[in-house]
């Protein structure tokens, strides 16, 4: 279990002071650039966004070139503006603008995410459950039209359905870790000195809040395929199932009442909550140690990159500050997308068992006016890999990939303007 990003990673942060030591929470080794490297001047921070995971409150990202206290450094510090060291009015300008900017970096691409993106997941995921369908959907050409079509039949509306919940199970998944680790003595994060003992603790800590979110995850995945009673679409056989609007919290109550058997009358195909911890667990941990190591590499990649054209040539102080941005963005970004192209099979079967005797009636992705509901039986995760494969080939586990091409492409092209936004911003104030 997965979502966008229900616990998210917490990069290979800069903390500053005692926190150098501290890794990003990933399950490897190395998590900081602070100690001992030639790059830990560097600043790996993102954007100042109050609650970010990298920051902590009352914390800032420190200017380009500004190494922490504890970080030893060879390469002289160079101020990101002219003048800013000297409290002037141009100093404080460029500070502000420099706040300003970054804020709405990380702004632009957290809601690109969860928010612009959404409606790509909910059509990737009533791809992924409908085993009707003849139309795989691997390009993005047939989703943008299946896209346009529900949104004629059926309003904006039901490409945003289920949009609230899957900021509760992002809620839920980092309180439960946030708990679990202050009452446990189960790592939150990983040390640059690791060892296998606390790496397998760590990963025992990510595999019980994915355990504890299991069930609203659950919650979400119905409300985010399920045809909305608001719909236009008339289908008189199974009205009585088509559930009323949700409200905020009705993920949460539902949750519950998966979890003590009570809510929404199921069928006897639905699958208990036992025999899906172990896809959804299989499928968390793997996508947080997948996006860990990739984000890392990039990371280390760029900054590698960027030293490198600092020895090299004198650079401007905007590209200073791009430099200071957007490596670690890049870099979520690059692991999640590698996280969620290799596992999108594992993903395909974890949502058909999670669906699978919820009485839930879909959106007819071959045609766009019709509905369908979820008859499946399958008796667990191998039955379901298998039944895939015979009755529905190999491309089978990838229905919907191309809402996936879509969604990253959009995330890269807000990051893109963003970029180029800022420059032009710090251009004109330099």
């Known amino acids: 279990m997965h979502p966008r990003r229900p616990d998210g990673f917490d990069g290979l942060g800069y903390r500053g002071g005692a926190r150098d030591e501290q890794g990003f929470g990933g399950a490897f080794p190395a998590r900081s650039f602070s100690s001992g490297s030639d790059l830990g001047h560097w600043v790996t921070t993102p954007p100042d966004i109050p609650g970010s995971r990298n920051l902590h409150w009352g914390e800032k990202s420190p200017p380009f070139g500004v190494p922490s206290a504890s970080t030893p450094h060879e390469v002289p510090a160079e101020e990101p503006f002219p003048g800013t060291g000297g409290g002037g009015v141009q100093g404080q300008s460029s500070e502000q603008l420099n706040r300003f900017a970054g804020f709405g970096i990380g702004l632009a691409s957290l809601f690109t995410e969860n928010v612009l993106a959404h409606p790509c997941i909910v059509l990737r995921r009533q791809c992924q459950v409908n085993y009707h369908a003849r139309h795989y959907h691997l390009t993005p050409f047939t989703v943008i039209n299946i896209m346009y079509s529900f949104n004629k039949t059926q309003g904006p509306r039901a490409l945003w359905k289920g949009m609230g919940s899957t900021f509760i199970v992002q809620g839920v998944t980092l309180g439960a870790e946030g708990i679990i680790s202050e009452f446990t003595p189960l790592p939150r994060e990983v040390s640059h000195k690791w060892s296998p003992k606390q790496i397998g603790e760590h990963l025992l800590l990510k595999s019980l809040t994915y355990i504890i979110a299991m069930p609203f995850y659950s919650a979400s995945l119905i409300e985010t395929v399920q045809l909305s009673s608001a719909s236009n679409i008339s289908f008189s056989v199974c009205s009585e199932i088509i559930r009323d609007n949700t409200g905020i919290l009705e993920c949460i109550k539902e949750g519950i009442g998966r979890v003590i058997g009570l809510g929404v009358p199921h069928s006897k195909r639905l699958l208990p909550l036992l ?115 015979q009755e529905e080939g190999v491309l089978g586990f990838y229905k919907g990939f191309g809402a996936v091409i879509i969604q990253y492409t959009l995330h890269a092209a807000v990051l893109q303007i963003t970029k180029i936004i800022y420059s032009t911003l710090l251009q004109n104030s330099v």
């Open 275 to 389: 025999s899906l911890v172990f896809p959804t667990v299989l499928h968390g941990v793997l996508h947080y140690i997948i996006s860990s190591i990739v984000q890392k590499f990039v990371l280390l990649i760029l900054k590698r990159k960027t030293y490198n054209s600092h020895l090299v040539e004198n650079t401007s102080p905007v590209q200073n500050m791009l430099d200071a941005y957007f490596p670690e963005l890049i870099a979520n970004f690059a692991a999640s997308l590698c996280s969620d192209v290799i596992l999108y099979p594992l993903e395909t079967v974890l949502h058909r068992l999670h669906i699978q005797g919820t009485r839930t009636i879909i959106d007819n992705t071959d045609l766009g006016y019709e509905v369908l509901p979820i008859n499946t039986q399958y008796e667990g995760m191998r039955d379901c890999i298998n039944t895939i494969r």
